[in-house]
T-cell receptor
Framework: TQLLEQSPQFLSIQEGENLTVYCNSS?????LQWYRQEPGEGPVLLVT?????EVKKLKRLTFQFGDARKDSSLHITAAQPGDTGLYLC??????????FGKGTRLHILP | EAGVTQFPSHSVIEKGQTVTLRCDPI?????LYWYRRVMGKEIKFLLH????????ESGMPNNRFLAERTGGTYSTLKVQPAELEDSGVYFC?????????????FGEGSRLTVL
């Protein structure tokens, strides 16, 4: 059974600080996606990484896919209160099934 | 363009009753997925439609769950009879491309509470 371990589960930091969220698995994924979910809404895709070692940037967010395509990280620089939310990583296998991590609940204090 | 819509947003039923959840995908999206999040756990795959055909239903918990997608448009997920452990948020998602390459667009979810 494929599993995605996401850490930390909860993170509360001050505005302006940097943070990194990790997503790890013993399985290889065809691609890995990061979603953000607001209360009462469904997950919204932030980025998809496909190639081992790939790095993608989205403003202050940097996403990296591990060389072996088993892990990924999300780094936020100078966090802002608007970054508060639930961040989910999700891996796609060759069978097209998406496996989600449990999520990281991020709270940025003003 | 309308996004993925789900109905109802919240349903409270008693154990043993039946509930039907509906999902209207984005127009033109052949791929439709059902997921479920039980409290404290990760979002889990239930099944995948390509048009009206079930591509993969390996995530369906048991035969109390029945999903249909007649005509390849909207989909329904029926739980009959509902049990306490069925409580959770049921998400529907659609995409043009297959999930591993395309973007999944999620609905807001249907929260099911079984008492």
């Amino acid at each position: 059974t494929q599993l995605l371990e996401q850490s930390p589960q909860f993170l509360s930091i001050q505005e302006g600080e940097n943070l990194t969220v990790y997503c790890n698995s013993s399985s290889v994924f065809s691609s890995l996606q990061w979603y953000r979910q607001e209360p009462g809404e469904g997950p919204v895709l932030l980025v998809t990484v496909v190639t081992g070692g790939e790095v993608k940037k989205l403003k202050r967010l940097t996403f990296q896919f591990g060389d072996a395509r088993k892990d990924s990280s999300l780094h936020i620089t100078a966090a802002q209160p608007g970054d508060t939310g639930l961040y989910l990583c999700a891996g796609a296998g060759r069978d097209d099934k998406i496996i989600f991590g449990k999520g990281t609940r991020l709270h940025i204090l003003p | 363009e309308a996004g993925v819509t789900q109905f109802p947003s919240h349903s409270v039923i008693e154990k043993g009753q039946t509930v039907t959840l509906r999902c209207d995908p984005i127009s033109g999206h052949d791929n439709l997925y059902w997921y479920r999040r039980v409290m404290g756990k990760e979002i889990k795959f239930l099944l995948h439609f390509v048009k009206e055909s079930k591509q993969d239903e390996s995530g369906m918990p048991n035969n109390r769950f029945l999903a249909e997608r007649t005509g390849g448009t909207y989909s329904t997920l029926k739980v009959q009879p509902a049990e306490l452990e069925d409580s959770g948020v049921y998400f529907c998602a659609s995409s043009q491309l297959r999930a591993r390459t395309g973007e999944l667009f999620f609905g807001e979810g249907s929260r099911l509470t079984v008492l």
